[in-house]
Structure formats: structure tokens, C-alpha cells
């Protein structure tokens, strides 16, 4: 991989989350993800403002304080040094320009940016259909991938879940913040030659394959 630091951007539901692993598991390199940091942190009980906790349970974005420190730490470790793939950061200009500042003075260079571009029709599909067992952590799609029965999980018969930032109204409310203030991101990125578009409406194996050949050879 020619790039230190890899970015996925995309809406919500684009498919960020499941091909940054994918390329993590494919390059050894570890999958940073915000969300996931910001949700462990909420299980562990960790001390996170109320109002942090308050803003993402409504969809909204948490402030770029919280989230910056958060990588900050994570990149730092040593699993780190080889390479990373930031998953859901940045999504504003002002973390964009802390990653850029965070990168040089590592001496890591610029990040290569992959955009994966969806149909809103399929997110909403993605999203409001996603369910999760809460014993194993299987992941369902009512539409995409059901469960055999309706609900329950296959492996062990638990009821499955839907995250609350999953529900119909917090998708509308992510995609309007993510439509205000993560879009001028592509702009940004594409006039430095550091944006690489990916369309994802594709099979996850294209796609996968597709991005791969960008992390190779940008």
C-alpha cells in the first residue's frame, strides 16, 4: 500500500464500515473506527459528556474535540506504525486538517481517500433493515440477508436488535448532517488529486477488489 493513512467517505450506509475491514484484514493493517470507538465507549460506561451521549443517540455528529482526541490516541499505538484505515473520520474540513497536520508531523504523507458513491434509495434499504443479535453480534438485513425467522437470530435464537441511529428518523437526520458538512470533504480532497471515487452499489467482492487495486497502485 503506496498510502499511510487510508479515509473512506460516503454516506451512511454506503458500505464504510464493511470495506474498511475487509481492506484491513487483506493488508494487516488496523480498521479505525470512530463510531465504534464512540459506541465501546458508551457500553464501558466511559465518562463521555451526557451531551455526547445525547447527539448520538439523535444521529447527529459529535464535536470535532471529542472525535480528533479519540484518533489522536488510537493512531498513536504501535499497531499503528505501518499503516491505518480511518473508518468514519473525517467528516468535517476542520478534521480534515487535523488529519493532514496529525500526518505530517508523523512524517506518514498525505492519505488516500476513497469515496464510495450509493443510491439513497439502496441506503435507507441498508440501513433501516440492518438488525444485530445482541448475544453473538451476527448482523442481519431484512432485506439483503433476513433472518429464517422473522426477528430471531438463526445461530441462537435471540431477538434481534435495531440500533436507535438505525430507525427511520435518525437516518434522515445523519444524512442531512452528512449532506451539510461531510460533502465539502470530497472537494477538498479532490483538488489535492487525493480522491478516489468507488462505485457502491456494486457486489461487496467488486468492490472490495476495486478499492484494493486503488490502495496498490492511486
Known amino acids: 500500500?503506496?498510502?499511510?493513512?487510508?479515509?473512506?467517505?460516503?454516506?451512511?450506509?454506503?458500505?464504510?464500515?464493511t470495506q474498511a475491514r475487509e481492506m484491513a484484514n487483506r493488508l494487516g493493517i488496523p480498521h479505525v473506527s470512530t463510531g465504534d470507538m464512540l459506541r465501546e465507549a458508551v457500553r464501558a460506561g466511559s465518562p463521555l459528556p451526557e451531551a455526547v451521549r445525547a447527539r448520538m443517540a439523535a444521529g447527529e455528529l459529535v464535536t470535532d474535540?471529542?472525535?480528533?482526541?479519540?484518533?489522536?490516541?488510537?493512531?498513536?499505538?504501535?499497531?499503528?506504525?505501518?499503516?491505518?484505515?480511518?473508518?468514519?473520520?473525517?467528516?468535517?474540513?476542520?478534521?480534515?486538517?487535523?488529519?493532514?497536520?496529525?500526518?505530517?508531523?508523523?512524517?506518514?504523507?498525505?492519505?488516500l481517500v476513497v469515496n464510495l458513491e450509493i443510491d439513497r434509495d439502496l441506503i435507507l434499504k441498508r440501513l433501516t433493515g440492518r438488525r444485530t443479535c445482541p448475544v453473538c453480534g451476527r448482523i442481519y438485513n431484512l432485506y439483503f440477508n433476513p433472518p429464517r425467522r422473522d426477528e430471531v437470530c438463526d445461530v441462537d435464537g435471540s431477538f434481534l436488535l435495531q440500533r436507535a441511529d438505525d430507525q427511520e428518523a435518525a437516518?434522515?437526520?445523519?444524512?442531512?448532517?452528512?449532506?451539510?458538512?461531510?460533502?465539502?470533504?470530497?472537494?477538498y480532497y479532490r483538488e489535492r488529486n487525493l480522491l478516489r471515487d468507488v462505485d457502491g452499489n456494486g457486489s461487496r467482492a467488486a468492490i472490495s477488489d476495486e478499492i484494493l487495486r486503488l490502495l496498490k497502485d492511486p
Open 171 to 187: 437516518i434522515r437526520q445523519r444524512l442531512m448532517a452528512y449532506e451539510k458538512e461531510t460533502q465539502p470533504l470530497k472537494a
Open 1 to 17: 500500500m503506496k498510502a499511510q493513512a487510508v479515509i473512506f467517505l460516503g454516506a451512511p450506509g454506503a458500505g464504510k464500515g
Open 65 to 111: 474535540e471529542v472525535v480528533c482526541a479519540l484518533v489522536e490516541e488510537r493512531t498513536r499505538r504501535p499497531d499503528c506504525a505501518n499503516g491505518f484505515i480511518l473508518d468514519g473520520f473525517p467528516r468535517t474540513l476542520a478534521q480534515a486538517e487535523f488529519v493532514d497536520r496529525m500526518l505530517a508531523e508523523r512524517g506518514q504523507g498525505s492519505p
